[in-house]
């Protein structure tokens, strides 16, 4: 028996890979399956399942792509309706895989069709779960994604409730939990930065399994707080529902070269968004009029999907060299499907043809404390979580998750300050302030991390 998490830190997502005698099921993957497929033919292996454990809003699947590629069979949990071949399991049904056995368990509550798969040793004895969004580490999936009709949050946060109480905390405690995320992923609050953990220890330390925790506390605690899901979430569901096109044609149209008259050509014909993924600090030394900055060096795809409001808006690319691909990539895992091309030679080569360039000012926090002493106008762009935690005296939080919501409170004609934690948020904000005519916005190098070494007051 082989189990290998195959995580994925952009996303803060998990895929499973699950080996027995020749045999290979592969849990909730990723949209580029290659890796999935190159592993079993090192193993001279064959793919026989791919299990999903719910229709993923924060990621689009590879589970139609490898169905194709492998002739793997898709399963759901029950209620999953699907417009592609697909086989709904039913609630406790089994299915071999070598000496293992692997039995759906539905738990509904994150989503009706949330499926939890239980993994049997070749003994018979439970040894693991593969629990999606229905258990994380330190946390639980929220219930607010698959509202419908007269179904309310607090109708699914039931229903998950009774799913755990009933169907995850009678096994064992020594089986295995496996979730779908950890810690920074939309998908719940409070998860934690591990990322597998035993059952016993999630009963002891995971504040939505107490075990004298009643159904109405749980409803309370698990939906308070929650913050409004990304606006790209409801689109990856559709395409996890319906289908999508293949990743190698996302990724054939995206990676064409295109000169710097080609690249303004395309940009103005099709309103194109100019994405820059460079790290920030060379962005700040020059940039694309008009262009945003939503770095690779960062969590990008999650950055890309709660900031850039339309998946189908076509994208031109400014990427580090050798980087193209998986920029590309990294969009499509997260359903932006639309790009157009990235600009050949990079930003040196926008430079070379002595085109207008921008620059974004960026001053140090010990500069930060004297304009402080001046009166200076300051926001901070971290979440509402981190600000609460400790913050700048008379300095207004505007979270980057949201600062569309917030284009109203920056100043239009005198300078202002922004800064988030380590300096990488700050500059997407300032970049999209910009775009929008901000031009008197200054990022804070270094963000809160440097402020707080200096005398500046904090609130």
């Not at 920029?327 to 070379?352: C, E, H, P, Q």
């Amino acid at each position: 028996m082989k189990i290998e998490q195959i995580y994925t830190n952009c996303l803060s997502q998990g895929a499973y890979y699950i080996e027995s005698e020749g045999e290979i099921a592969i849990i909730d993957p990723l949209r580029e399956v290659q890796p999935y497929i190159e592993r079993a033919k090192k193993a001279n292996g064959n793919i026989k399942y791919i299990f999903e454990t719910h229709f993923h809003a924060d990621f689009v699947s590879g589970h139609i792509t490898l169905s194709e590629k492998t002739g793997a069979k898709i399963i759901y949990g029950p209620t999953a309706e699907t417009n592609f071949e697909s086989y709904k399991a039913k609630d406790g049904e089994s299915f071999k895989l070598g000496a293992l056995e692997i039995i759906a368990i539905h738990t509904p509550g994150h989503t009706l069709e949330s499926t939890t798969y239980l993994l049997k040793d070749k003994e018979g004895k439970d040894y693991a779960i593969f629990s999606g969004d229905t258990l994380f580490i330190g946390d639980v999936g929220r219930p607010d994604l698959a509202q419908k009709g007269t179904i309310t949050q607090d109708d699914l946060a039931g229903y998950l409730y009774e799913s755990l109480r009933n169907k995850i905390m009678v096994l064992q405690d020594d089986v295995i939990v496996y979730p779908a995320h950890g810690a920074g992923s939309a998908c719940g609050k409070h998860m934690s930065k591990e990322t597998v953990s035993t059952l016993g220890e999630q009963k002891k330390s995971n504040y939505a399994l107490r075990e004298n925790l009643t159904k109405q506390e749980f409803i309370k605690e698990v939906t308070n707080g929650l913050l409004p899901p990304p606006d790209y979430f409801p689109l990856n569901v559709k395409l996890n529902k319906e289908g999508y096109d293949s990743i190698d044609k996302i990724i054939e149209k995206g990676t064409e070269a295109l000169s710097v008259e080609a690249f303004e050509n395309k940009a103005n014909k099709y309103g194109a968004l100019i994405l820059d993924v460079r790290p920030q600090f060379d962005f700040v030394k020059g940039f694309i009029p008009q262009s945003i900055f939503i770095g690779l060096n960062g969590t990008f795809a999650p950055w890309v999907g709660a900031l850039v409001k339309n998946t189908e808006l076509p994208i031109l690319l400014v990427t580090p060299k050798g980087k193209e691909e998986e920029t590309i990539t990294r969009l499509a895992r997260v359903g932006f499907d639309n790009v157009l091309g990235y600009l050949k030679g990079g930003f040196k080569s926008w430079k070379k043809a002595k085109k207008e360039i921008d620059t974004l000012q960026s001053v140090s926090a010990l500069f930060l404390e004297k304009e402080i002493e001046k009166g200076a106008i300051v926001f901070d762009v971290r979440k509402p979580s981190e600000y609460d935690t400790e913050h700048m005296k008379n300095v207004k939080n505007t979270p980057l998750n949201y600062l569309n919501d917030y284009i109203g409170m920056f100043p239009n004609n005198e300078k202002f300050y922004i800064h988030c934690a380590g300096g990488y948020r700050s500059v997407i904000a300032a970049s999209i302030l910009k775009s929008r005519g901000y031009h008197n916005v200054i990022d804070v190098d270094g963000g809160y991390n440097a402020i707080k070494e200096t005398e500046i007051k904090r609130g």
